[in-house]
């Protein structure tokens, strides 16, 4: 007899359709034989499976099991194949009749040699997957039930182990459907991260961090050691907009293929922040392994990616991030798999201005040579250095600053200014792939940025003083066009402009302006 099971295989963070099917005939030996391009996981679910069957109450047939993956063309990886393997043997075998429609019913599960049901990666989007075809039910480990609690339109029964699962498709002892939760009631329960309110002093630092927020740019700070450069970006992620439910799922089901959601956690809706060693290879980076698993610039998508001590990056993996930056999405290719992941995120990086750290310091003096410090900061090419929109020197905070006991601004009250100019960029852009200032193209730059006359005219200056490239021209209109969202002004002022222009002055001291190409 032939029984079908669904279940779902992964394609980059996408899901694909597999239907498992099993054929099972009588005979005097026992042969076992799995067809449809498994890897080495799936063939060792003939193992599992024989032991969860015996260990569950059920029995392996003895004689001739076929079990075939369709399609047979697409690769199939991972144990989330074992319950639905297991379940088309049992029906197959007619060890029990199914009750429901298998055609709606999705599985997935790793099977423990007792029978138990464990955790597996990638369940957010295969259910994901399964909903757009019109998949309406899914039996999954348990641990698994908590990341697809927000999945609308799809009832999720939580399984603990093979018997369960039999028993509720027997229609004998049917699991109780999880009460699916509204996205709101995720973002009630959002931790809290660093506050700015614990930042002291550094004005400009602040503001660039504010506008960077505002629009999505990148962020460059340059300072001496000490002078509070990872904590700035550290609060970064809190004065951010909270993430969409789809930013939500775009990011959850990109941790949740590369395995990094933990048994028992549910949907991601803090923006990720990450921050790589500056030991990383271009594959730890940008993605990578013989399965052409994401990277951290995937991991980092709808949240910050912060290379501390940039300079200390080896320059293939800096030059790396080139492409993401500028596509949002980094392809990853390898023999034997290929995929594409989004990768839109915002850079955040910090640097020492010199190998010692203290050049330009109004408190320590510099020992290094000037052959030394041009050297160290060659490691940042110029084309990286244009792909970030702002750039602001930070020092180390006077005495006064650190014990004065006025109180800074707090992350909440800078979101809500943050929120306020998003919005703003949210109903102009409406219609558009864009979703804040950072994402504008060319093409729709004169439609949008709204200049003023002066303050076009104050940007063709700086552009032939200081040899800006065509990149770091059209950049310095997005900035300009988020300061004036700030001011909430209509167009692009002379004020908004030449703040704009005053946060790119740092390549003029260090860089001299004019860096190669």
């Known amino acids: ?59 392996m047939p003895y004689g001739h099991t076929t079990v075939n993956l369709s399609p047979a063309d697409l690769k199939k990886e991972g144990s989330v194949f074992d319950l639905p393997i297991a379940m088309a043997v049992i029906l197959a075998s007619r060890q029990i009749r199914s009750q429901v429609d298998m055609d709606s019913l999705l599985l997935l599960g790793e099977l ?61 002892m049917p699991i109780l459907p999880q009460a699916q939760r509204s996205y709101q009631e995720c973002l009630a329960e959002q931790p809290i991260g660093a506050d700015l309110a614990q930042v002291r002093g550094q004005a400009s630092a602040r503001r660039a961090l504010e506008i960077a927020a505002a629009g999505g740019h990148n962020l460059l700070m340059v300072g001496v050691p000490g002078s509070g450069k ?70 980092a998508h709808n949240g910050v990616l912060f290379l501390d001590e940039m300079p200390e990056y080896p320059r ?14 980094a392809t990853v290719s390898r023999v034997r798999a290929r995929a594409q992941y989004q990768s839109s995120f915002m850079l955040v990086s910090s640097m020492n201005p010199c190998p010692c750290g203290y050049y330009g310091s109004r408190v320590r003096p510099c020992r290094c040579g000037s052959h030394e410090i041009r050297k160290y900061l060659d490691r940042i090419s110029g084309p990286l250095l244009d792909r970030i929109e702002l750039q602001v020197e930070v020092d180390n905070v006077p005495i006064e600053d650190i014990t004065s006991p006025n109180q800074a601004e707090d992350s909440l009250t800078v979101r809500g200014r943050v929120v306020a100019a998003r919005d703003l960029q949210l109903r102009r852009y409406a219609g558009t792939p864009f979703r804040c200032n950072a994402q504008l193209d060319t093409k729709h730059m004169d439609a949008f940025a709204n200049i003023a006359p002066e303050a076009l005219k104050l940007l063709q200056q700086a552009m032939q003083r200081h040899a800006f490239s065509m990149r770091v021209y059209g950049r310095l209109i997005k900035v300009a066009r988020t300061i004036a969202d700030l001011r909430a002004e209509a167009r692009i002022e002379l004020p908004a402009m030449a703040e704009a222009v005053q946060f790119r002055m740092i390549d003029a001291k260090y860089w001299g302006g004019a860096y190669g190409q």
């Not at 293939?316 to 999405?329: I, K, T």
């Open 1 to 59: 007899m032939i029984a079908r099971t669904l279940c779902f295989a992964l394609a980059g963070t996408e899901g694909e359709p597999v239907q498992v099917e099993a054929y099972v005939t009588t005979g005097s030996t026992f042969q076992f034989a799995m067809v449809g391009l498994p890897d080495t996981a799936v063939k060792e679910s003939r193992d599992r499976v024989t032991a969860a069957l015996k260990n569950s109450g059920f029995t």
């Open 112 to 172: 423990g040699l007792d029978g138990q049901l464990t955790h597996v990666s990638g369940a957010l989007s295969m259910v994901i997957a399964a909903r757009e075809r019109g998949v309406t039910q899914v039996i999954l480990p348990v641990a698994n039930a908590k990341e697809v609690n927000t999945v609308e339109g799809m009832q999720v029964f939580p399984a603990r182990s093979l018997y369960e699962a039999a028993q509720h498709i027997a229609g004998k």
């Open 230 to 299: 990872t904590m700035l970006a550290r609060c970064l992620p809190g004065i951010l907009p909270q993430m969409s439910q789809a930013e939500a799922f775009e990011t959850t089901r990109i941790y949740s293929v590369s395995g990094m959601l933990k048994p028992g956690e549910g949907l991601m809706t803090q923006r990720p922040f990450r921050t790589p060693h500056h030991s990383a290879s271009v594959a730890a980076l940008v993605g990578g392994g013989a399965n052409a698993r994401p990277g951290e610039v995937s991991l």
């Open 316 to 329: 293939s993996v800096l030059e790396a991030l080139r492409q993401p930056l500028e596509d949002g999405y």
